[in-house]
């Protein structure tokens, strides 16, 4: 049952995917596209008649940016639903509480480290960027809560100034550094810097925690009746609280260090699934991981596109379609709103 | 069954807190089956104890089914899903409640007094010996009150289930329950039958001029205000 729900959003992710890996700014004919695609799954046998170069445009930038894309948009849409879902506020994205910003000063600061450690492609840079994404979590959560909620005024507020400080930092932090350039395009919100060996250690792990999210969906439904209500009907409030953020923080952390700071996705995908499939996690969570892959790789799409040569910012094209979404649902929860 | 009566600002909500696990006790044990709650683990609580909360956030979009299927938390592992005897715990708490015909509806979509009783059923679900209620009949109407309170007395009967609520009506505590126990200032003042607890001056508490009656039909002690 969920499954069939899930279908559509699956085809349109791969319909936008493959607009993505077809469109470029070398004009590669989609037939050979395709058939260089399929070489490289194993699946054409015929002859080669593509120059090495096409080969490789295909398979070591267009696939990985779309592939990025997707993973990207992914994490930051399940970090949203978690959020949203934890926090018991809807307008809670990891853009908009400061998460996102959070963890590109813990990525820049790793960035200008003299030395850089990696471990199984694991470095400095996702640990750093992971751990200040926490404490901009702790800091946002402490300072935004008031007797046992987080109303979406101090949520806001707290999240606003946060970012504002965090993106200051990293701005002066690149201001003294020699690695300005690589800097500035990951702050823009960028998946120019996607490389193929970054994802595949990065994606298994994203993969893995959105796959994962799904089992907190019950809980997570439950925590919907409050805190308090929740913990009536057995589950551990402060524990499932825990798991949740650390698995969106995560989330996030990887999302930045892949593509920078993408806003709005967290609320687009979650809320756009809501007015279709309703508030039920089981379906929620996984939904809004497809739908925001398929936001992403397509807003990347028109980001090439759009101005094509130049290319816009990635995250100016989410926030044209976030940013009036995020107004509208906060106009609406001047009235009643839950998630 | 029991009614928990007392002015504003004595301790009733506390003393429900407590009861229900939600809160610590500075001193003090709660024993369910002889076992201190902060002994028990989350689950093994939530399926001694059902609480409906005066308040479920009105706009919550999951359908009553839903919401009545999560009273099955307690007993439903992480990874499974509802068993046989979880679909008949929801549908007899559906039933119990008379809300089958809402099932489908979402909980946003219903008057005040569907919603009361899909909360209801939502605690009931859980099928545990003991139910504590706040304040639960002061969104309704006055048949909703007699109904919910009828509904009570009967699981009271049938089941032997344990009731206690938080009632703000003296005249319905003393209408519909066994017991009342009037709590002042974080004390309990009076406990007892309800014709004994009115008569013995407990009421006092509430700092107001009241004249006790009987009731015309049944004979039971009600309480009026008397206007000077």
Known sequence: MAVL????????????????????????????????????????????????????????????????????????????????????????????????????????????????????????????????????????????????????????????????????????????????????????????????????????????????????????????????QAGHLGIHVERLKLVAVVVATLLTALAVTLAGIVAFVGLVAPHAIRLIYGPGHRLLLPSSALVGATFVVGADLISR??????PIPLSIVTAVIGAPLFLHLLRRSKRTYSV | MLALVGPNGSGKTTLLRILSGSLRPDAGDVTAGGTALTHLGRRH???????????????????????????????????????????????????????????????????????????????????????????PTVHLDLHHQHRLLELLSRLRQERDLGVLAVMHDLNLAALYFDHIAVLGGGRLLEAGPPDAVLRSGALRVFDAPLVTLAHPENGRLQVLLDRD
């Open chain 1, 5 to 228: 729900r899930l279908a559509p959003l699956l085809a349109a992710l791969l319909a936008v995917a493959a607009a993505g890996i077809l469109y470029s700014s070398t004009a590669i004919a989609p037939a050979q596209t395709l058939r260089i695609l399929l070489a490289g799954v194993g699946l054409y046998t015929g002859h080669r008649t593509w120059p090495a170069a096409d080969a490789l445009i295909i398979w070591q930038l267009r696939v990985p940016r779309v592939a990025a894309a997707a993973l990207v948009g992914g994490a930051l849409a399940v970090a949203g639903a978690l959020y949203q879902a934890v926090l018991r506020n809807p307008l809670a994205d990891p853009y908009v509480i400061g998460t996102a910003a959070g963890a590109q000063l813990g990525m820049i600061a790793a960035l200008l480290l003299p030395v850089q450690v990696a471990l199984l492609g694991f470095g400095t840079l996702q640990v750093f960027a992971f751990i200040t994404a926490s404490l901009t979590v702790l800091v946002v959560y402490g300072l935004a809560r008031t007797g046992g909620r987080t109303p979406i005024v101090t949520l806001l507020l707290a999240g606003f100034v946060l970012s504002s400080f965090l993106i200051s930092a990293s701005t002066f932090l690149m201001m003294i550094s020699n690695r300005i350039e690589q800097a500035m395009q990951w702050t823009m919100g960028s998946l120019d810097v996607s490389e193929m060996t970054q994802l595949t250690v990065v994606g298994p792990v994203i993969l893995f925690l959105v796959a994962g999210s799904v089992l907190l969906a019950r809980p997570l439904d439950v925590m919907m009746l409050g805190e308090e």
């Open chain 1, 305 to 310: 596109v759009a101005l094509a040569p130049v």
């Open chain 2, 45 to 135: 609580v939530a399926r001694t104890i059902a609480v409906v909360p005066q308040h479920t956030d009105p706009s919550l979009l999951f359908s009553v089914a839903d919401l009545v299927a999560m009273g099955r938390s307690p007993y439903v592992s992480l990874l499974g899903s509802l068993t046989a005897e979880d679909r008949r715990a929801v549908a007899a708490a559906l039933r119990a409640t008379e809300i089958e015909h809402l099932a489908g509806k979402r909980f946003a979509d219903l008057s005040g007094g569907e919603q009361q009783r899909a909360a209801l059923a939502t605690a009931l679900a859980q099928a545990t010996p003991f139910l504590l209620l706040d304040e």
